[in-house]
C-alpha cells in the first residue's frame, strides 16, 4: 500500500488549511480492511450511474465513460496492480480517485447526488447478502450430510443423557436429527435477517436526501434489491441487519459447539463411540498415541470469537444519535471476521460430518450399562396398574441389587425381579431391552428408528 501523504488532494480537502496529521490519517484509514467491498462498491457504482443518465444527470455518453472506467479498475485490483492508498482513506474514495485519474473529469461525477454514507451502507448489504448465500449453500450442505449420516444410524441405539448421566436408550439417528433441526432454525434465522439485509439505502445521500431527481426504485432493481429504503437518516446509520447477521452466526456457532463438545467427548477413549477420519485430525509432537480432534475442537473455540462480534456490534450501534456518524466504520472488521468464521466453520463441518463413523458396540454397551430402560420398567409397571411413584421406588431398589451385583436389569431373573414386586412377569424382558425401549417411543419426535427415518424423509423435503 501506497502512501503518499498527498493531503491537499483529499476529496473533501477543500476547507482545510493544514494536511491531516500523519497518525490521524492512519488512525481514521479503514482501507487496509474494506478493500474487501471493492467489488460491491463498483458494482454499486455502476448502477448508480445507470441511473443518473437515465434521469438525465449523466450523459449516456458520460455513464459510458464511468462504467468502463470501473470495470478497468475492478481488473486491476482483480490483478493485485491497484494503488491503494491510505491518504484516500477508504476503499469509495480509492476507487473514486483512481476512476479519475483513468477517465479524467467526468470519474468526478460520479459522487453526484451519492455521499460516502449511503455509498458504504449499500455495499456492506450487497457484500453480506452475497455471504448470506454462500453461507445458506453451505448450510444445507452440512444439514444433508447429516440427514445421510441419521439415516444410516437410525437402528444404531446408544445412551441419551440427561446431567451427562446415562438416562435412556436413543437411537444415533435420533440424537443427530436434534442437530439437523438446529441447523434448520439456523437457515431459517439466516433467511429471515436476508430480507431486512435486502433494501437499498442509496439515495439518502448524506442523510437528508438529495436535491437531484434521482429514481431510487430503479437503482434498488439494477441492483437486486427488494425495495429502497424509507427513510434516509435511518438509512445511513442503522447497522441492525449487520447485528442480526452476527446474531443468527452467534446461534450458530453455539449450536455447533455443542456439537462439537459432544464429537470431542465421544472420539475419547473413555466414550469411545465414534470415529473422526484422520483427516480432520492431528497428532501430538510428544504423545505418539494421540489423534486430536482438531476439528470440533476448533470450532467450539471460534463460537467465542463470533459471539463477541455480536457483543461488539450491539456496544457499537448503543446510543448512537442519527445519522451517520464515523464509530460505524469499526462495524466492518467484526461482520468481516464473522462471515470468515461461519464459513469455515461450515464448510469443514459439511465435510467432515458424512464422514463420522460410529461405533454401535461400545454405544450399546453403554446404553445396557446405565440401567437405561430402568424407566421402561417402571413405565410396564404403571400399565400394570401400579401408580407411578410406587413404581419408581420398586425399580430404584431393583437398580440398587443390579448396582451391587453388577447387574443390568434384562440380566435379572424373573425370581430377582419379583422379589420388588409380584406385578412383574415373564413378559417383562420385552421392555427391558434396548431394542424393546427405542421401539416403543413410536411417536412423532420419538426416538424409533422407524420415527427417524419419517423424521429424515420430512427433514429432506424442507431442505429441497
Ligand atoms: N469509511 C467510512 C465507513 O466505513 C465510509 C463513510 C464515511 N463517511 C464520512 N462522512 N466520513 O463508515
Known amino acids: 500500500m501506497t502512501d503518499p501523504n498527498k493531503s491537499s488532494e483529499k476529496p473533501w480537502g477543500g476547507r482545510f488549511s493544514e494536511p491531516t496529521d500523519a497518525f490521524v490519517e492512519k488512525f481514521t484509514a479503514s482501507v487496509g480492511f474494506d478493500q474487501r467491498l471493492y467489488h460491491h462498491d463498483i458494482r454499486g457504482s455502476i448502477a448508480h450511474a445507470t441511473m443518473l443518465a437515465e434521469v438525465g444527470v449523466l450523459t449516456a455518453d458520460e455513464k459510458q465513460q464511468i462504467i468502463e472506467g470501473l470495470e478497468a479498475v475492478r481488473a486491476e485490483i482483480e490483478r493485485g496492480e491497484f494503488p491503494w492508498s491510505v491518504s484516500l482513506e477508504d476503499v469509495h474514495m480509492n476507487i473514486e480517485a483512481r476512476l479519475t485519474d483513468r477517465i479524467g473529469i467526468t470519474g468526478k461525477k460520479l459522487h453526484t447526488g451519492r455521499s460516502r454514507n449511503d455509498q458504504v451502507a449499500t455495499d456492506i448489504r450487497l457484500y453480506l447478502r452475497d455471504e448470506i448465500d454462500a453461507i445458506a449453500e453451505e448450510l444445507g450442505r452440512l444439514r444433508a450430510g447429516l440427514l445421510d449420516l441419521a439415516e444410516r444410524e437410525a437402528d444404531t441405539i446408544m445412551p441419551g443423557f440427561t446431567h451427562l448421566q446415562t438416562a435412556q436408550p436413543v437411537t444415533f439417528g435420533h440424537h443427530l436429527l436434534a442437530w439437523a433441526e438446529m441447523l434448520e432454525r439456523d437457515t431459517e434465522r439466516l433467511q429471515d435477517c ?23 426504485a430503479l437503482t434498488a432493481q439494477l441492483l437486486g434489491f427488494d425495495r429502497p429504503t424509507e427513510n434516509s437518516l435511518d438509512s445511513v446509520s442503522d447497522r441492525d441487519f449487520a447485528i442480526e447477521f452476527c446474531s443468527f452466526a452467534a446461534l450458530l456457532m453455539t449450536h455447533l459447539s455443542r456439537f462439537s463438545e459432544e464429537l470431542v467427548l465421544w472420539t475419547s477413549a473413555q466414550f469411545d463411540f465414534i470415529d473422526l477420519p484422520d483427516r480432520f485430525c492431528t497428532g501430538s509432537s510428544i504423545m505418539p498415541q494421540k489423534k486430536n480432534p482438531d ?16 457483543v461488539s456490534l450491539l456496544t457499537l450501534m448503543k446510543s448512537q444519535p442519527l445519522a451517520y456518524n464515523k464509530d460505524n466504520q469499526e462495524d466492518k472488521e467484526p461482520l468481516f471476521d464473522t462471515v470468515d468464521t461461519v464459513k469455515g466453520s461450515l464448510r469443514a463441518y459439511a465435510d467432515m460430518v458424512p464422514a463420522i463413523t460410529s461405533k454401535a458396540d461400545n454405544m450399546r454397551e453403554a446404553a445396557r450399562r446405565g440401567f437405561s430402560t430402568a424407566t421402561d420398567l417402571a413405565d410396564y ?13 420398586i425399580v430404584g431398589k431393583a437398580v440398587a441389587l443390579g448396582v451391587a451385583e453388577k447387574k443390568d436389569l434384562s440380566e435379572m431373573t424373573l425370581e430377582e425381579l419379583q422379589q420388588f414386586s409380584d406385578t412383574i412377569g415373564e413378559d417383562v424382558f420385552d421392555v427391558l431391552t434396548l431394542e424393546g425401549s427405542v421401539q416403543a417411543r413410536d411417536h412423532l419426535g420419538g426416538t424409533a428408528p422407524a420415527q427417524v427415518r419419517a423424521a429424515v424423509a420430512r427433514a429432506r423435503k424442507r431442505l429441497a
Request: no cysteine; net charge positive; proline share 6%.
Open 295 to 310: 476439528v470440533p475442537e476448533l470450532v467450539r473455540g471460534k463460537t467465542g470469537r463470533v459471539n463477541g462480534h455480536l
Open 381 to 393: 409397571l404403571v400399565k400394570k396398574g401400579v401408580a407411578f411413584r410406587d413404581a419408581h421406588e
Open 194 to 216: 436476508r430480507k431486512r439485509v435486502n433494501v437499498m439505502p442509496l439515495g439518502a445521500a448524506a442523510l437528508a436526501g438529495t436535491t437531484y431527481p434521482i429514481d431510487r
